[in-house]
Every structure is written in C-alpha cells, then in structure tokens.
C-alpha cells in the first residue's frame, strides 16, 4: 500500500507540474475520467515484457481511433524508451521497477481542440544525464544510438524531468480520431 | 523470435519470424555475425516476411552484419520487410545503405 501511495503522491506532483509548465499551451485534460487515465501498467526491467507492452499499445491507440501509422509511431516510441529504461537506467537488471501511465488529454489547437495520448514512463533508476538525451546524429552508419530519434520522430512532445528520485519520460501524440478501426 | 538458416546455391538465407527486440536482437546479431565471418557465403539474405516488429536493437544488428558483410565483400540483402520495419530502417535513414528486395525471387535473383 505505501508502494501505491507513494506512486499516486508522485503521479499528482507531476501532474501539478505538469499543468503548471504547460499552461502557456492550454492543454485541458479530457472530462471522460476524472484525470484522464486511460491504461496503467507496472512492470519489471525484464525485456521480454516488452512485447506485452506493445501488445497493450497496439490495442489502445487502435481503441482511441489513431490511424495505423500513428499506432505504430506511439507503440514504437514506447517500446524505445522502455529499452532505453532497460538498457541505461537500470543497466539491464531484470527486476527494477517501471510504470507506464496513458492518459488521454486536450489541447486548443489552431482549429479547435486536439486529442491526445499521453504516456508517463516512470523508473526509479539513477539520474538521466539531459546531455545524453541528445541522441547521435544520423549522418555516420554505425549500430546503436538510434532510440531518441525514432522517440523523437514518432511523438509530438518529449519530456524528460528527475523528481523525488524517480526519472519521469513524458511522451504525447496528437491526433484526429478515426472512425474506422485501423489495423495496426 | 526464431531464426533458422538454409542454404541455396550460393546464399544463405536466414528465415526470422517474430519480433525482434531487445529480448532476442543479440540472438539475431550472433547468429548473423558467425555466418558472415565462419562460413562467409557471397550472399546474406535476410527474410524478414513475418517480422512484424523491429526496434532499434534489431536496426543495430542488422547494421553490424551489414557491416561485416562489407568488410568481407559479401552481399547482406533484406526482403519482405513489414510496414513497421520499413518504417523504423527509413526513419533511421538506413533504407537507401541496405539492399531491399519485394520478395525471396527478387533477392536471389538480383
């Protein structure tokens, strides 16, 4: 139970914070829940959880009517920072905590409201250096290094903030729903 | 994931079904890398038809035998590559550095 208060305490502290730097963008949260939450997961380290993580996105965002390349651009970029998680902040032990939150929220958009799907990844890993969020640039043909930017290529927002030990990646993609169900 | 070899005339052709991500993706670079470097066929041919998925560790492999291949003048050839893939290889601006191929024909045929 402290586990869990201790979560939602962090929860709500990033969520003031959250609203408080992003005001200047209008960003209201969606009225069909309380705070918006539409999915949370809590897992461990373990990379063979990563394809169950996957499969939840897959239908989520396929729930929530985004086309099929914006499914798989969300479900991808999830799956890189949780490898990034993995791989950097806990150094690939297999046991560490990790939350994944969604949330559906809105923002005035130039044409009206926007739709989108935020996502918190959370973990309890060392501090993220910011110089290391940088990513490599994509000119040299070399392996590895190429997590941030499909992350950055696939999502409208990338966040990161270290608050009260725990490193908090906040990903957002906007979209206009579709009607028809997609297959992603 | 499963990755199986066989052999026609002068290629190797690894057949992986499944994803491939940071779970498996060093199974995939091992598997690649002693077939370039022990048996150095002409020919790499990778089928990646029922790949549905491939994260950035699976790119990184694929690199590194493309690499190796280089290195040793051998073909390293892709085909069958899923929406997902081809996605993840151009937003990586690695589709234009692989040879890519509609179909297994095409590969073996080029």
């Known amino acids: 139970m402290n586990g869990v208060r201790a979560t939602q305490s962090l929860m709500k502290t990033f969520r003031r914070a959250r609203e408080r730097d992003t005001k200047p963008h209008a960003e209201v949260r969606a009225a069909a ?12 380290s373990d990379p063979r959880l990563l394809s169950a993580v996957r499969g939840a996105l897959e239908r989520l965002t396929e729930v ?14 999830v799956d890189e920072a949780l490898t990034n998680i993995m791989r950097h ?3 690939g032990r297999l046991d560490q905590p990790i939350e994944v939150t ?28 910011p110089a290391k969020l ?12 190429l997590g ?35 297959n992603c | 994931m499963q990755i199986l070899a066989r052999y026609i ?13 940071l779970a498996n993706s060093p199974e995939v670079r091992k598997a690649l890398l002693h077939e370039v470097r022990e048996n150095r066929p002409p020919r790499v041919v990778m089928n990646l038809s029922k790949v549905r998925y491939i994260d950035s560790s699976g790119v990184a492999s694929l690199v590194e035998g493309l690499k190796a291949s280089r290195d040793l003048g051998l073909r390293f050839i892709l085909f069958g590559l899923s929406p997902s893939a081809r996605e993840v290889l ?11 191929y509609d179909n297994e024909d095409q590969a073996l045929a080029s």
């Open chain 2, 9 to 21: 005339n002068t290629a190797t052709i690894f057949d992986v079904s499944g994803d491939i991500d």
């Open chain 1, 102 to 129: 969604c949330s559906r929220i809105r923002r005035r958009g130039a044409v009206g409201p926007e739709e989108g799907l935020e996502i918190l990844l959370c973990d309890r890993g060392p501090a993220v250096d």
């Open chain 1, 134 to 145: 940088r990513g490599r640039p994509l000119d040299e043909i070399r392996p590895g290094g």
């Open chain 2, 90 to 100: 151009q937003l990586s601006r690695l589709l234009r550095i692989f040879e890519v």
């Open chain 1, 33 to 44: 829940s309380k705070n918006g939450l539409l999915l949370k997961l809590e897992l461990h």
């Open chain 1, 64 to 77: 929530m009517g985004l086309s099929a390349p914006e499914c798989r651009s969300v479900t991808r970029a």
């Open chain 1, 89 to 91: 902040c806990y150094g």
């Open chain 1, 148 to 182: 941030l930017h499909l992350i950055r290529q696939s999502m409208d927002t990338v966040e990161y903030r270290r608050m009260r030990g725990t490193n908090q990646f906040r990903l957002v993609k906007y979209f206009n729903p579709v009607k028809s169900q997609p």
